[in-house]
């Protein structure tokens, strides 16, 4: 009876962990930014190529480093009939919640990868989110929330080789974030879900039916510019200490062999 427990146990996990998938965003995927309309209000810079199938209003020396001019033509229209594909997929996809989030989280924490659902909205005020992979690299999260995003002072971090290509939020409403450094790229699905940030820094993507409005963004597209094949994936410090250990070892090893090599050579000599 245990064994046929323990193997009914590990097939659900198994099937659970089939269930969660993680969006495939198409002729979306190359785009930092992509909106209805997108409005640059203050100066600052975003790193990969602009989308809007409206217009486009940039009268305060915002910066697109790293992509194209901005796209109000087929393609950007291409990729948010791709944003609205890769949304509801996601949503039939992740049905089966991880875990529910609290509407209003007042302290920092941490999750694994996983499905994480919101549906009254989430409401993020100065507390850390860590994301920890547990050295899975391919780890992905996703995180559904019904209705609105609002971060403020907000902070996402990435643990144990944690990318922020690997962090979906899917948004049924209109996302706000103040001066909050964010992680991941934001879907806004809803059918008319608007995305606005003042200050802060975000690394990842902003997709949205509705308008985006930015005021001072520093906006890091590198899962855009991945798509392209003109980027990488940030590595976090966890993972950049592994590898100077491991470049540390290396040097011990280099010197040990140089050890044996002058021994070798002080026996020839003496002998």
């Known amino acids: 009876m245990r064994r046929l427990l323990l193997v009914i146990c590990v097939l659900s996990v198994g099937s659970l962990a089939r269930a969660q998938t993680a969006p495939s965003l198409g002729a979306a995927a190359t785009f930092a930014v992509l909106g209805s309309a ?18 486009f209003t940039n009268t305060t020396g915002c910066t697109i480093a790293g992509g194209t001019p901005p796209a109000t033509n087929a393609a950007a229209v291409l990729a948010q009939a791709a944003l609205n594909t890769a949304y509801q997929n996601a949503l039939v996809a992740n049905s089966s919640c991880t875990s529910v989030l609290a509407a ?25 989110l860590t994301l920890d992979a547990g050295g899975n690299a391919n780890a992905f999260w996703v995180f559904k929330i019904g209705a609105g995003l609002t971060g403020t002072g907000f902070q996402v971090v990435m643990a144990n080789g944690g990318q922020p290509c690997n ?4 948004v049924g409403a209109d996302s ?33 039916n509705g308008a985006v409005t930015l005021t001072g963004p520093n906006i890091h597209g590198t899962c855009a510019l991945v798509a392209q094949g003109g980027g990488s994936c940030p590595v976090d410090d966890d993972d950049k200490h592994h590898h100077r250990d491991k470049d540390k070892d290396r040097d011990h090893d280099k010197d040990k062999d140089k050890d044996k090599d002058n021994n070798k050579d002080d026996n020839k000599d003496h002998n």
């Not at 007042?106 to 989430?122: D, I, K, S």
């Not at 934001?186 to 879900?193: E, N, Q, Y």
């Open 38 to 55: 997108v409005t640059c209000t203050a100066p600052g810079v975003i790193s990969g190529d602009v989308g809007a199938t409206g217009a």
């Open 104 to 128: 209003a989280p007042g302290a920092n924490f941490t999750e694994p990868p996983g499905v994480y659902c919101a549906a009254a909205g989430l409401t993020l005020g100065a507390i850390t």
């Open 167 to 170: 962090v979906y939020w899917l």
């Open 176 to 208: 706000t974030l103040t001066t909050s450094t964010f992680q991941g790229n934001i879907l806004g699905g809803g059918a008319a879900s608007a995305f606005t940030s003042t200050g802060g820094t975000l690394i990842g993507r902003v997709l949205a």
